[in-house]
């Protein structure tokens, strides 16, 4: 939830404070909660004592499909609902962290019990 919070923080500010395209603000708030993600989820969330680089490579490269998903979901909704891309933002959210703790918790932290 924090970091759901730091990258939409982020994103507001940097549309609205520098009038930032929402194109443009999307991936810079999504890198900004990124790193607090990653510490966050492998030592709190999933416990994870295992390799951190593995984990490291493995969150990269499940947050770069869930990314892609996200930033399409936003492209194609502010394109055909005409709605704030606030609202846009949230919806789309919301379906990046789904996507996003399934893929922690599945493959990135997988413990050998699952």
Request: with cysteine; hydrophobic share 55%.
């Amino acid at each position: 939830m924090g970091n759901t919070l730091l990258t939409f923080l982020v994103y507001v500010l940097l549309t609205e404070a520098f009038a930032m395209a929402p194109a443009f603000a999307n991936p810079i708030g999504y890198a900004v909660g990124l790193v607090n993600s990653f510490v966050w989820n492998r030592r709190w969330t999933f416990g994870h004592s295992g390799a951190w680089l593995g984990s490291a490579l493995r969150f990269f490269a499940v947050f770069a499909l869930c990314y892609a998903a996200q930033f399409a979901l936003c492209r194609y909704l502010n394109a055909h609902l005409g709605i704030k891309h606030y609202y846009v933002f949230v919806i789309a959210m919301i379906v990046y962290n789904l996507l996003f703790f399934l893929g922690n918790k599945y493959i990135i932290f997988k413990t050998h019990d699952q």
